[in-house]
């Protein structure tokens, strides 16, 4: 496995960033602006690139309150809370 280690620097905000050199971006595929998540894993984290998938999901009022109060209780958002539960099922689907 090729290591790379890579500067994180900080905005005059106080957030934190880092660059990826040019030759990362093109053997991941990956342009300017692409959006990224981390993931923990192993005591570090994994970076990888946001795919966007559009499903529709058809619920009543009281089933989308149910399910909203579930992802508050978990302190996450709806949109996080419905991914992580889709994830499940096509994890045990499998």
């Known amino acids: 496995m090729k290591m790379l280690e890579i500067e994180v620097k900080e905005h005059v905000n ?8 040019d030759d990362l971006l093109s053997v991941l595929g990956w342009v300017e602006g ?7 894993q192993d005591g570090g984290f994994v970076v990888k690139k946001v795919k966007y998938e559009s499903i529709e999901v058809n619920f009543d009022d009281e089933e989308l309150f149910t399910y909203m109060k579930h992802a508050h209780e978990q302190g996450l958002s709806f949109n996080d809370w419905v991914e992580k539960a889709l994830e499940r099922f096509i994890k045990h689907a499998d």
Do not use: M, S, T
């Open 14 to 21: 106080g957030e934190l960033y880092f660059d990826l050199p």
């Open 34 to 40: 692409d959006e990224i998540k981390f993931v923990e």
